[in-house]
């Protein structure tokens, strides 16, 4: 039994939505596990919870309010740290870097599918080959 409760939980095998009303409401499932079935939780998911809960789970949690709060957060044990301040200047500063990538494959010639829409932190707009040249040099 201990090595059952200690594997890791799939989330691939997780279901995303769940139908209501006779499949006429298709809405966001909770993602919680129950501690007894080891099962996922059938509720919906609540509209307002960020972290897609049912109001059984945690889905009405608004996060820490208070500085001490807050503070707790920062010093608790987190799984890992893909969502850390630290990580999501990494990701922004590497999604500015493939936008101006594909600036730079538009400006050479070739023909590229370029991603719409508000660019990341740090983009610089790469439109002649001076430019190209320059972004290629700072890569290395
Ligand atoms: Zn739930």
């Known amino acids: 039994m201990g090595v059952e409760m200690m594997a890791a ?3 691939t095998e997780y ?3 769940v139908s209501l009303a006779g499949g006429r409401i298709r809405c966001l499932r909770c993602t919680a ?3 007894r079935t080891k099962k996922q939780c059938g509720k919906p998911a609540m509209n307002s919870s960020t972290t897609q809960k049912c109001t059984h789970h945690g889905g009405r949690s608004t996060g820490p309010r208070t500085a001490e709060g807050k503070q707790r957060l920062l010093q ?3 799984l890992h740290g893909e969502h850390t301040k630290s990580a999501r200047a990494e990701y922004s500063k590497d999604s500015a870097k493939l936008s101006m990538l594909e600036d730079c494959l538009h400006v050479l010639g070739m023909d590229i599918q370029r ?3 508000r660019k ?3 983009y610089r707009a790469v439109r ?3 430019a190209v040249t320059e972004f290629v040099r700072g890569l290395r």
């Open 76 to 78: 608790a044990h987190i």
């Open 128 to 130: 002649t080959m001076e």
């Open 120 to 122: 990341a932190a740090g």
């Open 9 to 11: 939980i799939d989330k």
């Open 33 to 35: 596990q129950s501690s």
């Open 15 to 17: 279901a995303t939505h």
């Open 115 to 117: 991603r719409q829409g």
